[in-house]
């Protein structure tokens, strides 16, 4: 498990609801990112459920693994659950077959100047010494380094994310954020 934590100069209502809403617009500026597309969207009173596809940039993978994964299959599926004090996630990476791979929360809190603190929470699960990418087996040290790989790409979305929302409260929106 890991955690990480970012500082933002808005209210931590109007972050939550940047990170929920604004994630098909930001989403494709986050490294190792090409798309993300909405799937579904269900709301009641007490939260809002959503489900997101992720196509990835193959660049960002090493070259060793830019030859066993085409970069259709450079994907990953993501399901939300956000109330009024953060959300909780989990992510399936395809190539990697049943999930979730990792799972994890936001939390916005109140920062003691009126700002907020967005609090990431997150798991790496499920790359077992057992498992394989489309046939091919990992082994102790595939598993490692694959955990590794996620890890890193996962905190750099993350801060980037964070940055991207900032930029995009603060009125610095470009017509990417705008959409």
């Known amino acids: ?69 085409p970069a259709d299959r450079f994907v990953w599926h993501d399901r939300s659950t956000w109330t009024q004090d953060g959300g909780t996630w989990a992510i399936t990476i395809d190539v990697l077959g049943p999930g979730p791979h990792l799972s994890g929360s936001h939390r916005f809190l109140p920062a003691a100047d009126g700002g907020c603190e967005v609090v990431l929470e997150a798991s790496v699960l499920g790359l077992t010494l057992g498992g394989d990418i489309l046939g091919v087996p990992l082994g102790r040290w595939g598993a490692r380094v694959l955990e590794r790989l996620v890890h890193d790409m996962l905190a750099g979305v993350a801060e980037a994310s964070t940055t991207r929302i900032a930029e995009w409260m603060s009125g610095r929106r470009d017509r990417d954020l705008a959409a």
Request: a positive charge; charged letters at 20%; aromatic letters at 6%.
């Open 1 to 69: 498990m890991f955690t990480h934590v970012f500082r933002l100069d808005h209210a931590p209502d109007a972050v939550l609801a940047a990170h929920r809403d604004g994630l098909v617009g930001f989403g494709p500026s986050l490294p190792g990112v090409a798309s993300v597309e909405r799937l579904t969207t269900v709301a009641s009173d007490r939260a809002v459920h959503l489900a997101h596809r992720w196509h990835g940039d193959p660049a960002c993978l090493p070259r060793l693994l830019r030859s066993v994964v």
